[in-house]
């Protein structure tokens, strides 16, 4: 049984359809990369997985229960976290504060305790920033802070979308060796990515979107050597 399971997807916007019956699915310490052009339908796939969206057809199961229609913050306590596009840290709160919202669907302080110190030792910059406004943060830190925050519901899976849009190359490189130690540790990952070489070079698997529905799949390093993946995504 895998841990995250997709059948039959279909999401509609008003009257058009932008997923189109797919079905993927992710096995458990595994990374899975979605790649595909803008507007492929990846954030949407993301949105309907955590909650956000409620399909119109199809079905979404996680460690084989049937999640599709339970709300997103259900589903967060069942032990997925979602990093959204765009970062979305509370620009107000301080950077500790932002990391204590990440687990507010846990109850013992002792294990939150020993998360953030988890948090810290991966992402030290955060400690030295931690009473420091989340909005006055850079880019990089500011995404270091959302990944941290899912990071602090102790999920079995994070899904991430987008996670070095905007960021410097330094940075880019930053969060993707993140990335990996967030696999090494565990945790599995759903990684929706504009930077195609980057996502298929820490991935296990990959699956291809396009106009919504799924048009190829298999290793990400076989994919990465595939000539009509480079010319399509990768520039070459």
Do not use: C
């Amino acid at each position: 049984m895998s841990l995250l399971e997709i059948k039959n997807l279909q999401v509609n916007y008003g009257m058009i359809q932008a997923i189109k019956d797919v079905d993927f699915h992710v096995e458990e310490g595994e990374v899975v990369a979605l790649i595909g052009a803008n507007g492929a339908g990846k954030t949407t796939i993301l949105h309907t997985v955590s909650g956000l969206l409620t399909p119109v057809h199809g079905s979404v199961f996680f460690d084989g229960t049937d999640i599709t229609k339970i709300p997103g913050h259900k589903i967060v306590s069942m032990g997925m976290a979602h990093v959204p596009e765009g970062r979305r840290v509370f620009a107000n709160l301080s950077v500790l504060q932002n990391l204590k919202m990440g687990a507010f669907t846990r109850k013992d302080k002792k294990e939150i305790d020993d998360s953030l110190q988890y948090i810290f030792s991966h992402f030290p910059r955060l400690e030295e920033r931690k009473k420091q406004l989340a909005g006055t943060l850079s880019g990089g830190e500011q995404q270091m802070l959302a990944m941290g925050r899912a990071l602090m519901s102790n999920p079995r899976i994070i899904l991430m979308d987008e996670p070095s849009m905007g960021l410097s190359p330094i940075f880019v490189n930053e969060i993707f060796d993140i990335i990996q130690t967030v696999s090494k540790s565990g945790t599995t990952v759903l990684l929706v990515e504009q930077n195609a070489k980057k996502a298929l070079s820490i991935a296990d698997r990959a699956y291809v979107l396009e106009t919504g529905k799924i048009v190829m799949e298999g290793k990400a390093s076989e994919l990465l050597d595939n000539e009509d993946i480079k010319k399509a995504y990768l520039g070459e």
